[in-house]
């Protein structure tokens, strides 16, 4: 009778302890989905941001090839400016 | 079947009177025996014998009992087994061994058990009762007159039904339960009263009687005799009337109403002796003997006694002789005959010793039945007990294997249940650590990439840093030196102008570049500075800027495509002031139904696409327009102008 009572107890404190163990891991779940969505909205603005930096880089790097161009064209002028002025 | 029927009716009516039928018909199956029959004809023939010698010779029934069983048994005649079995039974009831009657029949019962013989296990059930009820198994004996009760009921046997219900009226009286005794006598007189069965009736009535008499209710007794006495008397039933004048003088014997006793007595008396019974007689004629005594009619007494007395002798009575002897006692104490009264006191104790031996041994039997049937109750009680006990223990083992089953399974959900938890935590601690180091790399990237338009930055500056100081030493070249010589202003100028141009180039695009992003609004203003500088250095151009109203005002761009676009429309329009030689440059921005559209037309002189070779000027505005995503087309004729437009997607 006495062993019975026990393994009710047992029973019934496990039955519980899996009724923790089931909301924990809905809680886990929960806070590691909202984790992973911050970090995949970061992860895009960061994406974002370095798609911006990117094409200023490209478009930069375009444009001070012209303006090297140029630079070099008005080196040339003064050049002959100064050969002119000799 | 029909010879069963007569087993149950002489069982419980004692019914005698066909002995000296009964030697003829012996007589004839012993021929037929001598004929050699077959088998099945044999074996009915030794039955036959053996039920037709019952009240002729017991040890001859018993003889071709057990021919017929020996017989059935070798040729396999499972039929004839039975009904030698139950032949047997009856004989051994008849000498009151009851065991082995039982025995016998039970082995009846397995044939007709088998054959669904219902009649015949009714009849089985009836007989069992009968004789577990002569060894005092009154739960046995109710148990299975109950059973051929129910047969008989099923089968609307109503007269058997009423016979059985008499047998087991029978034990309630011997359980002393007089009442329940008396309950079930009126329901088997109602029984016979529908069947219109006098006889029975009349036994019934006797029974009802008794039953009264036990429960001390005279009145009721007399009434039921009565009644009795009325059906028997119309019915000439000479054998119930006898046994009811006899009962009625009992009662009023009891009742010291001695006339009407001794009339009583004298017509059972005298019905007795027409139908030969000479035990009845002979308690008729003692009974009428002690009342005469008790009435002082003292010779009337000693013929009825003697007579009475001889009687007794004859039919072995021991207990009539003994009240014979008693009342003579008394006759021969008033006739003061001493010797007489000696000789009669020696023989009725001799006679009582006997019947009390007798007695004793029958009663020790019975008590010796009794406390055996206790006892086997006991044991029974005990075994049951023990039964229980095992079964509680086992249903406690049960419990306790079911509860660690289930503790056992809970155990095992729980440990899955946390494994899995685990498992689910390192996935998502992995996928978290996957995002972390994608953004961490992603960052780093950035920043490498930040780190590159820096130092972009920082070379552009640079450049405009130079270009400055190129120009700020041209002004004061030709401020400073006077300079006469037109060649070389001019070259200076040019130098001067190339120069400012670039730098303002420049400044478009640091614009550009320190935005993340640039308004319709930004753009629109630039573009109006831009035109407003263009109108200023070309003056014979008149330039018009509209934006409709349907544009919204909110539309932004990225800085890369809003500076893409403001160098499409820049370089549009220095084309149309340098080449097509227009007075009227118009720029409109329009909303379109997927975006924008920037249109910049000049009424110029056109051109020929097919014959004229396109500069690198409409190549980079196309090549801009694809970066951004958008549709970029001229178009063109001699003589109409020059449109360009770009057409922006809302998405792009």
Redesign the interface.
């Known amino acids: 009778?006495v062993?019975?009572v026990f393994?009710?107890f047992?029973?019934v404190f496990?039955?519980l302890?899996?009724v923790k163990?089931?909301f924990?891991?809905i809680r886990?779940?929960r806070q590691?989905r909202e984790?992973?969505l911050d970090?995949?909205q970061?992860?895009l603005d960061?994406?974002l941001?370095?798609q911006?930096?990117?094409?200023?880089?490209?478009?930069?790097?375009d444009?001070?090839q012209i303006?090297?161009g140029?630079?070099f064209?008005?080196n040339k002028?003064?050049i002959?400016?100064y050969k002119?002025?000799l | 079947m029909n010879r069963l029927l007569c087993i149950v009716v002489f069982l419980i009516f004692n019914f005698v009177g066909f002995s000296q039928d009964a030697n003829k018909i012996i007589d004839s199956l012993k021929q037929v025996l001598s004929n050699h029959p077959s088998d099945s004809l044999k074996i009915k023939a030794y039955g036959d014998l053996c039920w037709y010698y019952r009240n002729v010779s017991i040890d001859s029934a018993f003889h071709y009992g057990n021919l017929a069983l020996q017989y059935s048994k070798n040729t396999g005649n499972k039929q004839g087994e039975s009904q030698a079995y139950n032949d047997l039974g009856i004989l051994y009831y008849d000498i009151s061994n009851f065991k082995k009657s039982i025995s016998y029949y039970k082995k009846a019962m397995s044939f007709r058990e088998n054959h669904q013989d219902s009649m015949g296990m009714a009849s089985i059930h009836n007989k069992l009762g009968i004789a577990y009820q002569r060894i005092f198994k009154m739960d046995s004996a109710i148990y299975y007159a109950t059973n051929a009760l129910k047969i008989y009921e099923a089968k609307k046997h109503t007269k058997y039904a009423a016979i059985i219900k008499n047998n087991i009226a029978n034990i309630y009286q011997d359980l002393k339960q007089y009442q329940k005794a008396l309950d079930t006598h009126l329901e088997v007189s109602e029984i016979y009263s529908k069947l219109n069965d006098f006889e029975g009736l009349t036994y019934s009535y006797t029974n009802i009687g008794n039953a009264y008499l036990y429960l001390g209710d005279t009145l009721q007794t007399l009434n039921y005799y009565n009644k009795g006495i009325e059906i028997a008397e119309s019915q000439n039933l000479l054998r119930e009337l006898s046994t009811l004048y006899n009962n009625l003088g009992s009662v009023f014997k009891g009742q010291k109403k001695y006339v009407e006793a001794i009339e009583n007595y004298n017509k059972s008396l005298s019905l007795r002796t027409k139908l030969n019974d000479d035990y009845g007689v002979s308690s008729a004629a003692i009974n009428i003997g002690s009342l005469h005594m008790s009435k002082g009619e003292f010779n009337l007494a000693e013929e009825r006694l003697r007579y009475g007395l001889e009687l007794a002798k004859k039919v072995q009575a021991k207990e009539l002789e003994m009240n014979a002897y008693g009342s003579f006692l008394s006759y021969y104490a008033y006739k003061k005959n001493t010797d007489s009264v000696i000789r009669y006191q020696n023989l009725y104790n001799a006679i009582q010793d006997t019947i009390f031996n007798e007695r004793i041994t029958k009663e020790v039997l019975e008590v010796r039945e009794k406390y055996d049937a206790a006892e086997r109750e006991k044991e029974i009680q005990s075994q049951r007990a023990d039964l229980a006990i095992k079964e509680l223990n086992i249903n406690?083992k049960n419990?306790?294997i079911i509860?660690?089953v289930?503790?056992i399974l809970?155990?095992s959900?729980?440990g899955y249940?946390?494994y899995?938890?685990q498992k689910?935590?390192n996935q998502?601690l992995q996928?978290?650590s996957e995002?972390?180091e994608?953004?961490v790399k992603?960052?780093t990237?950035?920043k490498l990439?930040?780190q590159?338009?820096t130092i972009?930055?920082d070379?552009?500056d640079n450049?405009g840093a130079?270009?400055t100081f190129?120009i700020s030493s041209i002004d004061n070249l030709q401020y400073g030196f006077k300079i006469t010589?037109d060649?070389?202003n001019k070259?200076?100028a040019?130098?001067s102008e190339?120069?400012k141009e670039?730098i303002y180039?420049?400044r478009d695009?640091i614009w550009?570049?320190n935005k993340?992003e640039i308004s319709l609004e930004d753009l629109q203003g630039r573009i109006s500075n831009f035109i407003d500088k263009a109108g200023v250095s070309s003056n014979a151009v008149s330039f018009s800027f509209e934006v409709d109203n349907e544009v919204p005002k909110d539309f932004n761009f990225?800085?890369?495509k809003g500076?893409?676009i403001y160098r499409i429309i820049q370089e549009a329009i220095n084309n149309a002031v340098k080449y097509s030689q227009a007075d009227e440059i118009k720029v409109r921005i329009q909303k379109l139904s997927d975006g924008l559209g920037v249109f910049v037309h000049d009424n110029g002189k056109g051109f020929d696409g097919d014959i004229v070779e396109k500069g690198n000027g409409i190549d980079n505005m196309k090549k801009r327009a694809e970066e951004i995503g958008a549709h970029f087309s001229i178009e063109s004729h001699l003589g109409k102008g020059t449109s360009v437009v770009l057409q922006i997607k809302s998405n792009s």
């Open positions: 009778m062993f019975s393994i009710g047992v029973i496990l039955l302890c899996i163990v089931c924990q891991t886990m779940v590691n984790k992973r970090l995949n970061r992860l960061q994406e941001k370095g911006v930096i990117s094409e200023k880089n490209l478009y930069l790097n444009f001070n303006l090297f140029r630079f064209e008005i002028e003064l002959q400016l002119m002025l | 406690q419990t306790q509860g660690l289930i503790l809970v155990l959900l729980l249940l946390l899995k938890q689910l935590k998502q996928k978290e995002l972390k994608a953004l992603i960052e990237q950035n990439q930040e590159r338009l972009s930055r070379l552009h450049i130079q270009l190129i010589n060649k070389l070259k200076l040019g130098i190339f120069t670039t180039e420049l695009t550009a570049m993340s990225s800085s890369v500076m893409n």
